[in-house]
């Protein structure tokens, strides 16, 4: 929730930085006098709003919260307190939204310190520094979020082995079918990095779906509460079941679910004949 309330408030920033960066130049072109007014009010609303996000990205990085990239990439549970904040802008997108912060922060400063300027004048000065905010921050939210969440979900091949080095998380939970790729899933064992495999993280679907044709063939429907129970209750003991393979043979999640998957699959056949 943390990186979302950072993203809302960074693209709020933007639409401030935009509206700073128009409406009073053009007010001052115009001698439209609301619309020069506006340029103090803007610039204080533009440098809350960046204060806040940027103490949003330092929580995240105080409570370790991995699942946001800039963070998996830039820190880890054994940095003090001072050094995770230091990596807060210790990297690119860390450091334009410091850049971007300490811009506003001046933007402010003339804003509240420029009295004797003209109005017309000020508003021309803050219009152009609100431009150039808009610059910064269009850049970070299109190309360089620092908030981005760090998901392997949707789509295949999100962890490779350009990025798996970088990751600095003590777990990844695959949110999809084929999110790490062979090389990178070996960097991560390598590691250390406990990686639930997609066959495994995926198979509550699957279960549940189960349930679903169980409950048409018996024509009785489950309660809600049932079936939650017998999910839980079966993807517990898949995950102790692999991850306890995974330490008998010293092998990878990965590995040791489909250890655990051909197993059962041939018990299966043998006990009813097969082989």
Do not use: C
């Not at 431009?131 to 360089?144: I, N, P, R």
């Amino acid at each position: 929730m943390i990186p979302e309330l950072g993203q809302l408030l960074l693209s709020l920033a933007f639409i401030l930085a935009l509206v700073l960066g128009t409406l009073p130049l053009i007010g001052a072109q115009r001698h439209i006098s609301l619309w020069i007014t506006l340029a103090r009010p803007l610039s204080h609303l533009h440098t809350l709003a960046l204060l806040g996000a940027f103490g949003l990205l330092t929580t995240s990085f105080l409570t370790h919260d991995f699942s946001v990239a800039y963070v998996a990439h830039n820190a880890n549970t054994q940095q003090p307190p001072p050094y995770l904040i230091s990596a807060v802008w210790g990297a690119h997108e860390g450091s334009l939204l410091l850049w971007a912060l300490i811009l506003a922060l001046w933007t402010s400063a003339v804003s509240r310190f420029s009295r004797q300027i003209p109005e017309p004048m000020l508003a021309r000065i803050l219009s152009v520094l609100g431009l150039v905010s808009v610059g910064f921050l269009a850049f970070m939210l299109f190309t360089s979020n620092p908030f981005a969440r760090l998901v392997p979900a949707a789509i295949e091949d999100v962890i490779t082995k350009e990025n798996a080095d970088k990751i600095k998380a003590k777990m990844i939970v695959e949110g999809a079918n084929g999110p790490t790729s062979a090389k990178a899933d070996a960097i991560l064992n390598e590691k250390g990095i406990l990686a639930v495999p997609d066959i495994l993280a995926n198979a509550g679907g699957v279960t549940v779906s189960y349930f679903e044709w169980v409950q048409n063939r018996l024509g009785y429907g489950w309660t809600r509460e049932r079936v939650s129970r017998r999910s839980d209750r079966i993807m517990k003991t898949a995950f102790d079941k692999v991850y306890a393979t995974a330490k008998e043979y010293d092998v990878s999640m990965r590995i040791a679910a489909y250890i655990v998957a051909i197993d059962k699959v041939a018990k299966t056949y043998k006990y009813r004949g097969g082989f």
